[in-house]
């Protein structure tokens, strides 16, 4: 079954909810507050009132998505500077032991080293006492090694002329290949003479760069690193056992987000380049540029589909029901759907929202007899082309997020079946597909189309869309 939409939550259900604290230290300029930005949708420079580079240690940050996962985020402690350590070790200690309550408690720690790419000492001072101190206290720490990415770039200088003069992907794979090396030489080796024990991760690509690419494989792995953590609380006769959802709901998101921007990646960086300069696709029948489209987003998601219900006729016909929605244009709209009295709202051509009713309409509608003849003419550059890619890559993007939060957060992830499809896009369309129509509508017009096709525009529009409406507000953290 799809989660269950948000249940109301009041500052009275939380007071009587346990609720997971991390408390996240480390130097200033190491990028914690990125950190928390990526790894928890938060956008950590919103929240507080303070400040750029200040924090409040007391202060509660929580997501939207999870309101039980509280963030505490402390003031950088830098060499030489006693206030600020001071400040983080009488927090965790007011936070910390059997006499403190489970939900007021700090949990976790994650330690936030900057990995050295110019040689500097890796721990400094305040690094080892806050490790030492937390040890002593009996609370997990994880040490996230924050900007591997600087330490690629880095990396370009140990290149030999020849090595410089291949190609860009093959020199990113020489500079990554080299950089992993000098991580364990830099950063791994110094951990291990502190405490061969400690829990590490790493992360990279989270500064606010324009052409910052993420790493969000490494940030989920940070994130299952800290659910493994609780889970060894309660397995060792804590009472934290009211914690694990609550941390688990936070990593099946990062989970689910990695799965998401792949399905960017693929959908976008692949075909819009094609849509801008009609080589991609030229010669081809628009059918058969869905189809491609369609099977290589969702062998991204990697789901258990035995059955390969994925790629089956009725599950492609489905998305194609929705993605032909806002094809034509509004003026065409009579002459590709009889019933478009019913569909109005549905296709985004009016201004009202039908959300209920959504399902069963766009159950009935089916394939209309005029999308089907459209897509087997050849690939054309026009608005109709454009608003039929962006509708098909989000649309089955979000049907895919609301079947991976139905069904691969099961442990273990079950194979899938058409009714959890059927599940999924019924959700979608109840949800939000009249809106997500009506942002493309509204965005892909004659006016602006030339301007849209000689730059990324629509790849940001549709990265906005699915940022908006995937399913992180339909289930994650809900209180029952």
Known sequence: MPPRPPQLV??????????????????????????????????????????RGTSNIHEEITSTENPLFVVHDSMGFEPGQKENLETAKKFLESRSGVNVALKDRVHIIWLCIQVPHAGGRVF???????????????????????????????????LTAEEKQRP???????RTEKAHVEFQKLCIAPLRKIDSELHHARTSGLSERPNSQPDRQALRILI????????????????????????????QRASAQLKIDTSIQVGMKRYWQGLASSTKFMGWKFEDCLSTIHQEITDSWNFNDTGDVLNGPEF???????????TPEASEAKSW??????????????TTIVAAAAGPVVAAIGLSAVFIQWITQAYNKTPETLRCFMGYIVDLTLVMDHLFLAVLSMNPPRPITQDDLDQAVLQYQEAHMARVHREIRQYVNKASFQVILQSNKAEVKVKDLIKEYCAKNEGDGEVS
């Open 337 to 350: 759907f009889e019933n478009v009295d019913h569909i109005q709202a549905l296709a985004g051509f009016g």
């Open 168 to 174: 860009p992907p093959q020199v990113q794979v020489l």
């Open 10 to 51: 009041t500052k009275d259900v939380l007071d009587e909810c346990p609720r997971f604290r991390l408390l996240v230290v480390g130097r200033s300029g190491v990028g914690k507050s990125s950190l928390i930005n990526y790894a928890f949708g938060i956008d950590r420079n919103s929240v507080s009132h303070q400040a």
């Open 316 to 326: 492609v016909k489905k998305i194609k029901t929705l993605a032909q929605l806002v």
């Open 124 to 158: 400094e001072k305040g690094d080892e006492i806050f490790l030492k101190l937390a040890s002593t206290i009996k609370v997990p720490i994880v040490i996230a090694f924050t900007q591997f990415d600087k330490l690629v770039i880095g990396m370009h200088k140990t």
């Open 224 to 251: 299952h690193i800290t659910q493994s953590l609780v889970r060894g609380l309660q397995s060792a006769g804590t009472d934290a056992q009211g914690l694990v959802p609550i941390v688990s709901a936070m990593a």
